[in-house]
């Protein structure tokens, strides 16, 4: 079956971190350029953070170095580790592998 699924979102406090997986199933990861996006209440959904093919990453400005994007070819799989996350980063994040597929989301809420 070909899929993604997030995991790892949860409820943390403001400038705690937090990391994200996706695990692709039926295809390669690799082979696929890799783009994390989050969607908050009332909002439209917004690029986070992206992997080439080969792994060079890139960030919305926004970032501003908080957040970084790897991959684990042998599982298959890609990480968004979060640090000193806001509140405002409360959303459900999603991975999207080429124009192809979508995961199902990951709820990440950031409140004390």
């Known amino acids: 079956q070909v899929q993604l699924v997030e995991s790892g979102g949860g409820l943390v406090q403001p400038g705690e971190r937090l990391r994200l997986s996706c695990t692709a199933s039926?295809?390669?990861?690799?082979?696929?350029?890799t783009g994390w996006y989050r969607q908050a209440p009332g909002k439209v959904r917004e690029w986070v953070a992206g992997?080439?093919?080969?792994?060079?990453?890139n960030y919305a400005e926004w970032v501003k170095g908080r957040f970084t994007v790897s991959r684990d070819d042998a599982e298959n799989t890609t990480y968004l580790q979060m640090h000193s996350l806001k509140r405002e980063a409360t959303a459900v994040y999603y991975c999207?592998?080429?124009?192809?597929?979508w995961g199902q989301g990951t709820q990440v809420t950031v409140s004390s």
């Open positions: 039926g295809f390669t990861l690799g082979d696929y350029v």
């Open positions: 992997s080439t093919t080969v792994g060079n990453a």
């Open positions: 999207r592998a080429g124009r192809e597929y």
